[in-house]
């Protein structure tokens, strides 16, 4: 027990992200695989009730890859309400519909509301049944409201690890992932300007009058229009704009491009 | 390849959700694991690419929990290319950061574009690459875009299943959990109505006020409005209605509710 008071004091300093709870874990295996969801989503703190085959167990360290080994020692209880006890709010997970009046959420909502709950400085915690038959009702009467993650009707069984994931999960995201929804990095190239990508279809369209692609002059707009939009599209790097450059200069017969965006032959 | 035909027949009735392209899987456990997550989450066309242990495989179907036999089969590929030659627009799920300039998307932005293109019928297949190394930059360049997932730096591996699990069930999100993400299931009990609620505050200030409840009557008036204020946050049933009119009428020793919301005494 002397691994509970280190918890303790290390939680109060890594401030007050969940706490998972498992309750009434059966194999060692699941214990780690579900340690190792939570480290990936950046949670540390963990709980277990009762946990069948024992604690500390060689085989959920194993399990957990690493997880176990970088997170606080696991806190053990004999019963569920001393492991709620300093918590503000509980949250239960269920696969199945429940004969309990209490609110359902998706984990995407109770991940918001936790979130909420932490800028209140107000801790919250997510049990987790055992393996098969998940959470009692009784277990769940102590929660105020039940995280229901959304799967297909028709084939919905998770393994513990699999539903802390998604659970987790969504807690992360629901901090980290709006703000950069989609990117383009582009290494150590910075994006073209539009100056760069216009000199660039100016020249290719040079080249191509002087090649006699356009054969139908009627159509002359609509490809040019077309050739541009798929550059466009394509967001270039000034680097890519450069290897165009050097395309065309290859396949024209190694001439580099003109000095300014003009046509050959003016002035020089 | 018989099993490849009827694949492809079967899918065309089923929609054009996206198809899962394991490349280079190694262990069979995990491909099963992999096509229970994507069962879960609705997900049923799955492809492997030079599958390392073989296939068929026992020890997926074990492993799929059911999944694999429930899916059409697997259609297998010696190469990437012919994989997904029949789909308009593949992602590629990447855990590291990659020296291409390609659009990088959340699984959640990916999955809002995935579900625009099944409505202008597009099909799109999404990559995973091999346990341990994930996809080669080749693999990637054949791409639309990139998938990654965020998740805490500082521990970032997840097996192959938690990785499908992620990016499947922000698809099945996308048109799944949206219009419900909270609500409140009252079994076979309806929800009370106000004038139930308020007789019984009625009732319950009146026998308060009979047993000297309020000491001081300044304060009378806050008090009750947050004894109110808990029931009404309470949204009760109609059933839990009569439990507390039970309950009040046991701790004051017997009587049952008045006939009316009025104060006991009025006209009988």
Chains 1, 2 share one sequence.
């Not at 660039?200 to 490809?223: A, Y």
Request: proline share 9%.
């Amino acid at each position: 027990m002397s691994g509970t008071d280190r918890t303790l004091s290390r939680s109060r300093t890594c401030g007050n992200a969940p706490i998972v709870v498992l309750v009434d874990p059966q194999l060692g295996e699941n214990i780690g695989t579900a340690a190792r969801a939570m480290l990936n989503c950046g949670l540390e703190r963990l709980r277990l009730v009762r946990p069948r085959d024992g604690w500390p167990s060689e085989k959920a360290v194993t399990a957990s890859a690493g997880a176990l080994e970088r997170m606080p020692p696991p806190e053990i209880f004999d019963d569920l309400p001393p492991a709620l006890a300093d918590l503000h709010a509980v949250y239960a997970t269920t696969a199945r519909p429940r004969e309990l009046v209490k609110p359902v959420l998706t984990a995407r909502a109770a991940a918001a509301q936790i979130r909420d709950r932490q800028a209140r400085s107000e801790q919250a915690g997510i049990l987790f049944g055992a393996e098969r038959m998940g959470l009692t009702n009784d277990d769940i009467a102590c929660a105020q409201a039940i995280i229901s993650v959304p799967l297909n009707p028709g084939f919905s069984s998770l393994n513990l690890a699999q539903s802390v994931l998604l659970v987790a999960h969504e807690w992360w995201n629901a901090a980290h992932a709006a703000p950069d929804e989609s990117r383009l990095p582009t290494g150590d190239s910075r994006p073209a300007t539009q100056g760069e990508l216009e000199e660039l279809m100016v020249r290719l369209e040079t080249e191509l009058d002087g090649h006699h692609f356009f054969r139908n002059p009627d159509m002359r707009p609509t490809m040019v229009r077309n050739i541009r939009s798929l550059f466009t599209r394509a967001l270039p790097t000034e680097q890519e704009i450069r290897t165009f450059h050097g395309i065309v200069t290859a396949l024209t017969g190694g001439k580099g491009p003109p000095r300014t965006p003009r046509t050959p032959g003016q002035r020089d």
